[in-house]
Nanobody, 117 residues
Framework: QVRVVENGGGLVQPGGSLRLSCVVS????????TGWYRRAPGSQREMVAA???????HYADSVKGRFTIFRDDAKNMVDLQMSDLKPDDTATYFC???????????WGQGTQVTVSS
């Protein structure tokens, strides 16, 4: 059984930083593209950042230059370092595993990030 657990969310002032962590168990980690998504109140879920097992990264335009995604296949972890946070970054952030081949996606339960003064 695949288990995806996020942590690291919280309240931060504009311009501040947070690091989200995601630990995965029960899967062959390098068979998945790993990513972070977010859903703000009243909005649809959107991709924030993703990284493949060979280190190729993708970022939403809104976070380029501010967020960095890290992946450690030996530890089954994928982190999201967020800097220069803005109120528009306020959302619930979800860790995602997307299979390279056929199979289901896996999601964590989400962690809340609130950017406010």
């Amino acid at each position: 059984q695949v288990r995806v657990v996020e942590n690291g969310g919280g309240l931060v002032q504009p311009g501040g930083s947070l690091r989200l962590s995601c630990v995965v168990s029960g899967s062959i980690f390098n068979m998945y593209i790993t990513g972070w998504y977010r859903r703000a109140p009243g909005s649809q879920r959107e991709m924030v950042a993703a990284v493949t097992s060979d280190g190729t990264t993708h970022y939403a335009d809104s976070v380029k230059g501010r967020f960095t995604i890290f992946r450690d296949d030996a530890k089954n972890m994928v982190d999201l370092q967020m800097s220069d946070l803005k109120p528009d970054d306020t959302a619930t952030y979800f860790c995602n595993l997307h299979p390279v081949n056929i199979g289901p996606d896996y999601w964590g339960q989400g962690t809340q990030v609130t950017v406010s003064s």
